[in-house]
């Protein structure tokens, strides 16, 4: 009998990662997913793009590539029109997905294929040595002398994914591993386009009192849970619950962390079904 | 009795001259002329002048001609704002129901089609029609065929019945008909295809087995996205439109790299995007095939006007010293045969090719012999071997330097790629070794490639001494500048249709035994010129000359013609 173990999906290349790096676990839930969900190696891909993030493909033994810097979901794209029968996942950091890559984020949602993609946020650029990425906080705390743009505000990527309809979207810590292997393996299940935040940090380059605080004040969602917002609301939580899901985005990440299944949506056709839907009756 | 015969169309948009224009060619592609008939008109979309020739032949070679033998002229006013580009003589017959303003020297024929057209059909607008059949009785065109295809035009459109009344009165209208001498002779040949070269690229991609097309629209290349992917996803294959042109290359490298052969299509705006992406498909070896449908540039350019300008960014573009394929079709069977030889050399060698064509090949519509009746040979990437499982390196060192692929999902072969230099199994390397090592073995490759003798074309006197180097489109009237001035025993002529890696064979052959060698080619830098003078062993002659200019209209006769004199025999022109 086949047997499906985590290690199975590891390269053997060693990580360049730091010791205590958030990415070591996130890894591990990745291929904790995989092996739960008893998908072969080989019927695995995996994408990445340019950052310590990017780096996951190396170290995973799935047809693995890591492309160019922010490109890793219109490669995912791609491979996944061409190969529907394969599970395709992304991987991108906050830099990577949010800045660079921030252009085919919206157009992935709207097409709408069966794909999982995580993003690693770390708020900040590790592998460039501490710039401050779209996510970053208190970038008086960065302890890089290197400031860009310090007055922008915030890009909020999960309200932002969440306006924009994504179909499946959630949230974990990287501190909380099994808890993140299961939100990666919903995600690699839900038929649609899913789109998972890992918040872990950059134990070099950024403040890990910041990272503490973000874990200890984070909300696990639970379907049929109570969810107190700061403001006193209270409802139970239904991922399904669309409206809920924008109420609860309207809270910002360094106020409330919401962690686990933000929203899932029905299932919807695809670009491709939509598009092959049509040539079919116009024939 | 005429073998060559040019036909022009001017008036303003509404008056239907595309329409007339199509209708002409289709009749005389139906009949088995050769022609072609390029597009010239303004970027808006309404109102703007509207402009059409049709080149018509008897002979399977076109030949081209700056005068019109015929101008159909709905305006006056849109007529002489393109006047540059439709010469007229004092040979040329002109059709026209408006009198001609001052100073025309050409033999009118006052024809009053809008009146008719609102007489007796009751609607000023079939008056294109009316004046087809008037044409087709002057060029002595079969009009039971014209009649024909006025049929299937508008078959099952409520205005069909006015149109074919327009043809019949136009027909039997003989306004002051004397023997302009203007009938065509037979042609003898089977009934020729009408398409353009957009179209002969998505023909050929598909003939040679392309299962994906992304893209982005853009003006002159928007026609092949429209084209394949609605044909793509009849079938098993698929096509989108991405977001631009940057997310279509690496979308085209992640189906690729799937396993589908996968072609983009863009102009030189979108290359410009897209050479991010190319880096990488050269760096990891990832076979695609990338059209450009070159425009007149730089940044926006001219949209609408051909430019042979792309050349440097085809062959360089990347950073690094990433090297790759680059063809140019110079006709229209060469956009379809070209594309079939992207395909297998990027499969074969595993690299992205670029085929070069341009507006004016691109959308010049072409009747033609139907090439995809031949048989072609189609590449495919070179499977590994069941012995390498569990073993598998992506970028093993052979004797050729190609390395076996694995297809994803297969068992056994996993294995990871990366933008980063890697070794032979694909894992990042940062030492000089593994590096040279991956440089050498992506130039080594694609080396056979320079021996490639088939891929230039010759014409003229092969043993001549004096040399003429052209691409693309250019080639097709320079071939036609030296037919006219009848130099074909005096020149030869070079048309390479690999241009990277440059055919080293076959140009050194060709150099060798030269006195003077001319090139030509319509950028503002002569990119080619300094390519093979950059990249060939032999020094060219001492009398080597280049004419080199930007595009914004076509090479015409007069200019091409007096530049081979000027060249081959300067002291003619003393």
Not at chain 2, 72 to 98: A, G, H, M, S
Not at chain 2, 103 to 118: E, R
Not at chain 2, 177 to 206: C, D, F, M, T, W
Not at chain 2, 409 to 432: C, I, M, R, V
């Amino acid at each position: 009998m086949e047997v499906f173990e985590p290690q199975q999906y590891r390269s053997s290349l060693t990580p360049i990662w730091c010791p205590g790096c958030g990415l070591y676990a996130s890894n591990g839930a990745v291929t904790k997913a995989l092996a739960n969900l008893k998908i072969p190696k080989e019927k695995a891909v995996l994408i990445s793009g340019i950052g310590c993030a990017g780096r996951i493909s190396g170290y995973s033994d799935v047809y693995a590539m890591n492309v160019l810097h922010g490109r890793a979901i219109p490669v995912a794209t791609g491979y996944k029109l061409a190969r529907p029968d394969l599970t395709v996942l992304a991987a991108g950091g906050d830099g990577d997905l949010l800045s660079i890559g921030a252009g085919h984020l919206p157009h992935a949602v709207r097409r709408n294929l069966d794909m999982t993609v995580l993003l690693c946020d770390n708020r900040i650029y590790a592998l460039t040595k501490g710039q401050t990425s779209p996510t970053s906080f208190n970038r008086e705390t960065l302890t890089s002398e290197v400031l860009n743009n310090p007055v922008d505000p915030l890009l909020d990527v999960l309200a932002f994914m969440n306006t924009i309809k994504t179909g499946f979207l959630a949230q974990g810590l990287a501190n909380k591993s099994e808890h993140l292997a299961g939100l990666i393996q919903e995600g690699i299940s839900y038929n649609g386009f899913a789109f998972i935040s890992i918040q872990f940090n950059c134990v070099t380059y950024n403040d890990q009192q910041q990272f503490n605080a973000l874990s200890k004040n984070a909300f696990i969602l639970e379907e049929g849970k109570e969810v107190e917002l700061p403001d006193g609301r209270k409802w139970v939580h239904d991922p399904s619950d669309y409206d809920l899901a924008m109420q609860l985005m309207m809270v910002s990440l360094a106020e409330r962390p919401f962690i686990g299944v933000i929203y899932r949506g029905p299932k919807k056709e695809s670009h491709l079904e939509a598009t092959k839907k049509i040539i079919k009756e116009k024939r | 009795m005429k073998k060559h015969l040019v036909v022009g169309i001017v008036g303003t948009g509404g008056d239907g001259v595309m329409l007339l224009g199509g209708l002409l060619m289709e009749t005389v592609a139906r009949l088995g002329y050769t022609a072609s008939r390029p597009q010239t008109y303004e970027s808006q979309i309404r109102g703007g002048g509207s402009a059409v020739k049709v080149n018509i032949s008897a002979e399977p070679l076109l030949r081209e001609k700056d005068e019109l033998d015929v101008l159909i002229c709905f305006n006056w006013r849109e007529f002489l704002k393109v006047q540059n580009e439709f010469l007229v003589t004092e040979n040329t017959v002109v059709i026209c129901d408006e009198i001609a303003p001052e100073g025309q020297k050409v033999k009118i024929i006052l024809f009053p089609f809008t009146q008719l057209a609102k007489e007796l059909l009751g609607d000023a607008r079939p008056k294109n029609l009316v004046i087809f059949g008037y044409l087709v009785k002057i060029l002595g065109l079969d009009r039971e065929v014209a009649r024909k295809i006025v049929e299937e035009t508008f078959a099952g459109k409520k205005y069909l019945d006015n149109n074919l009344k327009g043809f019949d009165l136009g027909r039997l209208r003989s306004e002051s008909l004397l023997n302009y001498g203007l009938q065509l002779i037979s042609s003898k040949a089977e009934p020729k295809i009408v398409l353009h070269g957009n179209e002969a690229v998505v023909r050929g991609a598909l003939k040679a087995g392309c299962k994906s097309f992304f893209g982005y629209p853009i003006t002159p290349a928007s026609e092949i996205m429209e084209s394949m992917i609605p044909r793509l996803l009849k079938t098993d294959g698929v096509g989108f439109q991405v977001e631009d042109e940057l997310s279509a290359l690496l979308t085209a490298i992640g189906a690729s790299q799937a396993g589908n052969k996968t072609l983009v299509a863009t102009s030189g705006p979108g290359f410009s995007l897209m050479v991010e992406g190319l880096g990488l498909a050269v760096q990891d070896e990832i076979p695609l095939v990338l059209a450009d449908v070159q425009r007149a540039g730089p940044a926006t350019g001219i949209p609408t006007k051909t430019e042979q300008g792309d050349l440097a960014l085809a062959v360089y573009g990347a950073h690094g010293d990433a090297p790759r394929v680059v063809l140019a079709p110079y006709d229209i069977e060469g956009c379809y045969r070209l594309t079939i030889e992207a395909f297998n050399a990027s499969e074969k060698y595993q690299v992205p090719v670029i085929l070069l064509s341009d507006q004016l090949l691109g959308q010049t519509l072409f009747a033609c012999d139907d090439f995809s009746k031949k048989e072609y040979y189609a590449e495919n990437r070179l499977p590994p071997q069941e012995s390498e499982k569990g073993k598998y390196r992506r970028y093993k060192i052979t004797k050729d330097f190609i390395s076996p692929v694995a297809l994803p999902g297969t068992e056994g072969f996993t294995y990871q790629t990366t933008g980063l230099t890697h070794n032979e199994k694909g894992e990042p390397a940062s030492d000089f070794q593994t590096h040279q090592l991956m440089h050498d073995k992506r130039w080594k490759k694609l080396l056979p490639l320079r021996e490639r003798q088939d891929l230039v074309k010759i014409f003229g006197n092969p043993k001549a001494k004096t040399g003429i180097v052209t691409w693309g489109s250019s080639a097709q009237a320079l071939v036609s500048a030296v037919l006219n001035l009848g130099l074909e025993n005096k020149i030869k002529i070079a048309v390479p249709e690999l241009l990277f890696p440059v055919p080293h064979t076959a140009l050194v052959k060709f150099i060798k035994e030269t006195k003077k060698l001319l090139f030509v080619e319509m950028n503002h830098s002569g990119q080619f010129y300094r390519i093979v003078r950059a990249w060939l062993d032999l020094p060219l002659p001492k009398k080597t000359f280049i004419y080199q200019r930007s595009g914004g209209k076509p090479f015409s006769q007069a200019e091409l013609q007096r530049c081979i004199v000027e060249f081959a025999f300067p002291e003619v022109m003393k």
